[in-house]
């Protein structure tokens, strides 16, 4: 198959990103053009929507099950820079005016507005945004996960709907009320989820023996590529790049700050 097509086709994710370019591209009609989103954020919402397809629905996603450092790529990219980029586009409103009807009640209903207010308290916020990384890279975890198929789908979509969620929270660009969270809270989150992936990223990289023995066991892409310096560049990715946008994350939310002329 050539690597522009999906290693592994998915019904979900295919509708899940096709239903949200299609109700963003209606949402953006429906909205008065001194109220649309600047073509940079639909830049932002595009590229996003984008990479989150291109990590999962290409063979790319093949290169992802066969060498440790990739599959980290991909969950950076689903965890980290897609949600980041949708988060900056501050889509969520332009969604929701090109959304069906019964979806935009559904997303008002009592339940779902009291599951969102919960996960969107600060400390279960980071508590799931960082604990979802690590409980996915526990050895035994990691490896029945990528062996079984469901589970495996059910560990990609936490990354990116956490992720999501997260960064929608953090990177709001309206002070508080009507946001959740003051923007002090905000640039204590995007920094304090920081550590722990580099601690994480740390005991990886330093590690001297084969922590996850699935990709000897399904032949690694890279077969010059050593377990061990395999897991090496691994730890790299899950140290650098979150915490990259980490930095990001807190740099943003000053600007918003200045621009809405709020305080912490």
């Not at 073509?39 to 290409?58: H, P």
């Not at 035994?140 to 709907?161: E, G, I, K, R, T």
């Amino acid at each position: 198959m050539p690597a522009i097509l999906p290693y592994e086709f998915s019904w979900l994710i295919y509708l899940a990103v096709t239903l949200s370019g299609l109700w963003f591209a209606r949402g953006l009609r429906r909205t008065a053009p001194g109220d649309r989103a600047s073509r940079l954020r639909q830049a932002a919402f595009w590229t996003g929507l984008v990479l989150l397809w291109g990590v999962t629905q290409t063979g790319f996603e093949y290169l992802a099950q066969r060498m440790f450092f990739t599959n980290r790529l991909q969950h950076v990219a689903m965890h980290h820079v897609g949600p980041v980029l949708l988060a900056l586009s501050a889509g969520g409103p332009v969604l929701l005016a090109g959304a069906p009807e019964w979806l935009r009640a559904l997303c008002a209903s009592r339940l779902v507005m009291l599951v969102y207010r919960t996960i969107q308290q600060p400390v279960i916020a980071v508590i799931l945004f960082v604990g979802l990384f690590w409980f996915w890279l526990i050895p035994p975890v990691h490896f029945a996960a990528m062996l079984d198929p469901v589970l495996y789908q059910v560990m990609n979509w936490s990354m990116a709907v956490d992720g999501i969620l997260f960064w929608a929270l953090v990177l709001d660009t309206r002070p508080a009320p009507p946001a959740r969270l003051r923007f002090g809270w905000r640039a204590a989150l995007a920094v304090g989820v920081m550590f722990p992936q580099i601690v994480l990223g740390a005991l990886i990289s330093f590690a001297t023996v084969d922590l996850f023995p699935y990709y000897a066991f399904c032949g690694r892409y890279f077969p010059s590529i050593s377990a061990v310096t395999d897991q090496q560049i691994g730890g790299i990715v899950i140290w650098i790049p979150p915490a990259m946008m980490s930095v990001l994350g807190l740099l943003v939310v000053v600007r918003n700050m200045r621009a809405a002329d709020a305080d912490l």
